[in-house]
């Protein structure tokens, strides 16, 4: 069954270091996704990117934040000087057409500030 | 603001019991519903819901959706250990590319 794939599994970096999220979303699938998830909370709404932009971004998604389809095959977030809160699971999705039916999850990133 | 709640938050049982999950919502321009399995890290999709009273199945498990009181229920028969989950309710909005997650059921269920 396809998959999508996140690297790495998990990161530890010092506050105010920049780091990059990456992502390998199904081959045929048209829109992704990033979403968060802090521990002990719920899995909160990042941004969605269609068509070589972004569709849709929540109030997390400050300046801080950037996605990038680079090649055609990844997907990544960048933080630019990462927080102590934003240490969370990081969520990867993609979907064939945008509805919630097609999300398909990677596994995740766990990123630690310290 | 847009709620997602689920209850319970966790839930112990033993194996062969049933159990039943709640989710209920208040969101604008709601489109459909969603339950994923949460195990050790990326939830993994149950069912999608959008027309009200219609009941999902798949094995043990099902789901209905109630419109009219906005919440939905998942049901599952004759548990196993390999149910042992977290199980995460989420609601599509119209207009919007988001789901918006509820904090989650986290079901253990004893040999």
């Known amino acids: 069954e396809p998959e999508v794939t996140q690297t790495p599994s998990h990161q530890v970096t010092q506050m105010g270091q920049e780091v990059i999220l990456r992502c390998v979303p199904i081959?045929?699938?048209?829109?992704f996704y990033w979403y968060r998830q802090i521990l002990g909370q719920k899995v909160e709404f990042l941004v969605s990117?269609?068509?070589?932009?972004?569709s849709e971004k929540s109030e997390i998604f400050d300046d801080q934040f950037s996605v990038e389809r680079p090649d055609g095959s990844n997907f990544t977030l960048k933080i630019r000087s990462t927080k102590l809160e934003d240490s969370a699971m990081y969520f990867c999705a993609s979907s064939v057409q945008g509805w919630g039916y097609g999300y398909t999850f990677g596994s995740g990133t766990r990123l630690t500030v310290v | 603001e847009d709620k997602v709640v689920q209850s319970p938050l966790s839930l112990v049982v033993h194996e062969g019991d049933t159990v039943t999950l709640n989710c209920s919502y208040e969101v604008t321009n709601f489109r459909s519903l969603l339950w994923y399995k949460q195990e050790k890290k990326a939830p993994t999709f149950l069912f999608m819901l959008?027309?009200?009273?219609i009941e999902k199945k798949s094995g043990r498990l099902s789901s209905i959706l109630d419109k009219k009181e906005l919440s939905s229920i998942l049901n599952i028969t004759a548990t196993q250990t390999g149910d042992s989950a977290i199980y995460l309710c989420?609601?599509?909005?119209?207009?919007?590319?988001?789901?918006?997650f509820g904090k989650g059921t986290k079901l253990t269920v004893n040999p």
């Open positions: 990117f269609y068509n070589n932009e972004i």
């Open positions: 959008t027309s009200s009273g």
């Open positions: 989420a609601v599509e909005q119209g207009g919007s590319e988001k789901l918006v």
């Open positions: 081959s045929n699938h048209l829109y």
